[in-house]
């Protein structure tokens, strides 16, 4: 069903993207632009050496919108009709986004662009205020590719590792709360394509690319966080099943997944070698979940905790052999600390265009903040930080795609410095708002909210920085012991 669908969904991006791409108009609802809420007065800007960004007025955050299709659509389509007149692309910009990437890479850029403007961005404010999990709107993701981005394509869209990192940084532009979801599902999706039987990858596989199911990747426990190697949900063989108890912790999709992939102990209590990845599906006797919890941001998707009490799975659900379930969860890891720094670039560019647009448009001590040269030194030092991390991704991901030795340790040094300093630009574009970027009237909090967790999960960023101490061993199979991190093969 799924067969060649990257390279159709290539083709389709490009018949509609690669020609003339024209500037995109950000549009304002029917209460009007997002600046209006303050005193402001337009001024021409004289900020020349920063690059021009889009603008930013169809954020506004207190439209009340719902999550099916058709209301997008139409909400949409009518926002299109009365778009703003000042907005400016970034094409041609230091900042492009498909700067540097090939035709078909930049085509599914401008695709993903495209989704985050009509289906994401007019939403993500309600969705994070009422706590709205959007599946319709993930399952057209889903019908476009993009739940099995990096999966081969007997099932999956047969994408690289690449072109999954500029998809979610373009998604992110719009939500980075929904899109991080995505990205974990594509990264339980990939493990099951990757280490499954073929059995159970016929099983799954086509459910999970189009998001008729959705996944939840099961990992950390209530005491085994950083230390992921000493986790205790056990999993014991009985006959043609094995039976699992335990909790796992923080998990995304919690309650609302059809499909868990669980790293449980099979063998020694001690060794990260006792660790097996197994699959159970939703509603199978023995699982339960806790109560939702209530975070600082990630509000656009559910997290529970993930009980297993007695829970009796057939052994066809094992994903690999018996024990090597943590070696699955660190290459998984490798793809998803990509993903979720991309995620964080998006969340950065989309504060770092808010910024560039208010501060034309603000007026102090007679002249548009845009005129100090302090104003321009920022979003100067804002935009090295976003050029710099995205790069330090891309490379990450290419270094997946080509099996490079040292790609754990790429991978980590990306996850950090991407987290770190896309969330330090959410926090300067909040300080260029002043007292307005406090407000959840604007939506720069909900995307500091939003990017701040990226710097604790898929390994935190002090673990982030015991990997990239590897870099400095001459010892073969050398390993951060401490926390169990695999850095290269032992």
């Known amino acids: 069903m799924f067969a060649s669908v990257g390279r159709r969904l290539v ?72 778009s703003s007149s000042s907005s400016v692309s970034l094409e041609g910009t230091v900042l492009d986004v498909s700067c540097g990437l090939s035709e078909e890479t930049a085509a599914l850029q401008e695709v993903a662009e495209q989704f985050a403007h009509r289906e994401l961005r007019p939403f993500a404010a309600q969705w994070d205020r009422d706590h709205v999990f959007p599946v319709s709107t993930l399952r057209q993701l889903g019908e476009m590719g993009f739940a ?113 992939v669980i790293m449980c102990r099979t063998g020694d209590s001690t060794s990260p070698r006792g660790i097996s990845c197994l699959v159970v599906e939703k509603d199978t006797p023995g699982l339960s979940f806790g109560a939702l919890e209530d975070k600082l941001g990630w509000n656009s998707q559910p997290t529970r905790a993930v009980i297993l009490e007695d829970c ?64 321009q030194f920022v979003i100067a030092d804002m935009a090295e930080k976003l050029m710099a991390s995205r790069l330090m991704v891309r490379e990450a991901a290419q270094s997946i795609d080509r099996n490079d030795p040292h790609k754990t340790v790429r991978c980590a040094m990306a996850k950090r410095f991407a987290t770190e300093h896309c969330f330090q630009i959410c926090d300067q574009s909040l300080q260029l708002f002043g007292g307005y970027g406090y407000l959840k009237d604007y939506p720069i909090e909900r995307y500091l909210r939003d990017l701040r967790v990226h710097r604790i999960l898929e390994g935190t960023n002090e673990v982030m920085r015991m990997i990239a101490l590897a870099t400095s061993s001459d010892r073969p199979g050398y390993r951060v012991n401490l926390l169990v991190y695999y850095v290269c093969q032992s």
């Open 312 to 375: 009796r799975v057939p052994v066809s659900n094992l994903v690999g052999e018996e024990g090597q379930g943590f070696s699955i969860a660190m290459s998984g890891l490798d793809g998803g600390r990509v993903n979720i720094a991309a995620c964080s670039l998006g969340g950065a560019l989309a504060t770092l265009q808010a910024a560039r647009e208010h501060v034309t448009v603000r007026e102090q001590f007679g002249r548009p903040l845009s005129a100090f040269q302090n104003t």
């Open 11 to 82: 083709g389709s991006a490009l018949s509609r993207c690669c020609t003339v791409r024209q500037p995109q108009s950000f549009s304002s609802h029917s209460h009007g632009p997002l600046f209006t809420a303050a005193p402001f007065h337009a001024q021409p800007s004289s900020l020349a050496l920063a690059p021009s960004f889009c603008s930013f007025s169809s954020f506004s955050s207190g439209h009340k919108l719902s999550n099916d299709s058709s209301s997008s659509s139409s909400s949409s389509s009518s926002s299109s009709s009365s």
């Open 148 to 260: 099995s981005i990096y999966c081969k394509d007997e099932f999956g869209t047969g994408l690289s590792r690449l072109d999954a990192a500029v998809i979610f940084e373009s998604l992110a532009t719009g939500c980075p709360s929904t899109t991080a979801y995505l990205s974990i599902h594509n990264m339980c999706a990939w493990m099951i394509d990757t280490y499954g039987s073929q059995e159970l990858r016929e099983r799954l596989l086509p459910g999970l690319a189009s998001m008729d199911k959705f996944a939840s990747y099961c990992l950390t426990e209530p005491n085994a966080g950083s230390d992921a190697a000493s986790l205790t949900t056990s999993a014991k063989r009985q006959a043609d099943e094995y039976v699992l108890n335990g909790s796992k912790a923080f998990i995304s999709g919690g309650g609302s997944s059809d499909v868990y």
